[in-house]
């Protein structure tokens, strides 16, 4: 009984050191497929955004999801992160192409940290979304369909230009050294000339548009917040102005298609007035006359006009270059009376831009030139 007790306690020891065996290839393996499992997904996704045609790159397109818009950069990518969910929604647009909307899923690979995505934009003049009509109850006048189509084309340029503009100011902070030079009249005691330098960081560069307060008044007399780009993307703007295209011109070599804005019926007050620019080949903004018309009050300028020309620092981006002034306070002007004859002219030139952080994508420095008077 003896021997058969030995034999078997030998036998139960080889066999404890097999049974220990399997149990540690056992938890190897469930270790090695959890590693696998918990391998970790693409955690952003990079957006490419291409001339269909060309396949270059488009610079400065917006990209939008639902929270977030950002700008593509000289090589025109820009990068999100991928929500929680894995999908996400985006819209590309860029002056000049048809937009697109797509929906982006997550990739699965284990050993990719990021996802590419290429969206190729297909030329189009004028094609951008939310196409706007105006209402014809406050606006003058019925538009021919052609019309009414190059209208609503060159609003959306300009809305989604002014709306570009905006994003670029906060994609990339900049300091502007400007100069402004006065020159008065002989009603005015006084230097009949002054120059003063001024600067401004991007995020209050320009007067905002306030609606019924195109003339503010002060302690003094009165200022006049000049008609900035921001305002062309503001909607209580559109909603107090009617829009009619004038067709294609020539000015300074370049084709360019001339918006006309006027008040809408019932707008009363002191209010803007004008014409934008808008370069037909390129589809940027190259210049917008302005002037003040419903000024009734005889405190106030008795006749205020000027224009504002733009420069293209980056590529798709309109930021303005020169702005020019003039009105009459003290004489009262005839329709013959031009800025040269004004009780004062005044002039507010960008020196110099200089930005903050990075440096956004180039322009060819031959595109960058305004549309002069």
């Known amino acids: 009984m003896t021997a058969v007790l030995r034999r078997l306690a030998a036998l139960v020891a080889l066999l404890v050191p097999i049974g220990s065996m399997q149990a540690h290839v056992a938890a190897a393996s469930n270790a090695a497929d959890s590693r696998e499992m918990a391998a ?18 488009l610079p400065n397109a917006e990209v939008s999801t639902p929270s977030k818009r950002r700008l593509t950069d000289a090589e025109g990518n820009v990068r999100f992160p991928w929500p929680e969910g894995g999908a996400i929604s985006i ?16 990739g699965t690979s284990r050993t990719a940290t990021e996802d590419t995505v290429v969206v190729a934009l297909a030329a189009a003049v004028f094609a951008l979304p939310q196409v706007v009509t105006q209402a014809e109850a406050r606006c003058r006048g ?6 009414m189509a190059l209208s609503n084309s060159t609003m959306e340029l300009l809305r ?18 400007l100069v402004r030079r006065t020159v008065r009249s002989a009603v005015f005691k006084g230097p009949r000339a002054e120059e003063a330098k001024e600067s401004a960081e991007s995020e209050t560069y320009g007067d905002p548009y306030l609606p019924g307060m195109v003339i503010v008044r002060t302690r003094v007399g009165y200022y006049v917040p000049v008609l900035f780009v921001s305002a062309l993307a503001d909607s209580a703007f559109w909603a107090r102005h009617c829009f009619v295209a004038k067709g294609v011109d020539t000015r300074e070599g370049r084709r360019v298609i001339r918006l006309d804005f006027t008040p809408s019926r019932g707008v ?10 808008v370069d037909s080949a390129a589809s940027v903004l190259r210049r917008v006359d302005f002037r003040l018309v419903n000024v009734r009050d005889p405190k106030g300028p008795r006749r205020f006009e000027g224009y504002t020309t733009f420069a293209t620092p980056s590529p798709y981006i309109a930021v303005p270059d020169s702005t020019v002034a003039w009105w009459w306070t003290e004489s009262e002007p005839t329709s013959s009376d031009d800025r040269y004859t004004a009780d004062v002219l005044q002039f507010l030139t960008m020196r110099e831009l200089a ?4 440096a ?13 008077n």
């Open 40 to 57: 970790p997904l693409p955690v952003t996704v990079l957006i490419r955004v291409v001339d269909s045609a060309s396949r270059l790159p």
């Open 91 to 106: 819209r590309v647009r860029q002056l000049g192409f048809r937009y697109a909307d797509r929906t982006l899923r997550r």
């Open 142 to 147: 019925v538009q021919n369909p052609a019309s």
């Open 160 to 177: 989604f230009g002014a709306e570009q503009y905006n994003s670029f100011r906060a994609a990339y902070p900049f300091h502007v050294s």
């Open 268 to 277: 009363r007050e002191p209010e803007w007035e004008g014409s934008a620019w």
């Open 355 to 358: 930005y903050k952080a990075g």
């Open 360 to 372: 956004p994508p180039a322009t060819d420095a031959r595109a960058t030139a305004p549309v002069g």
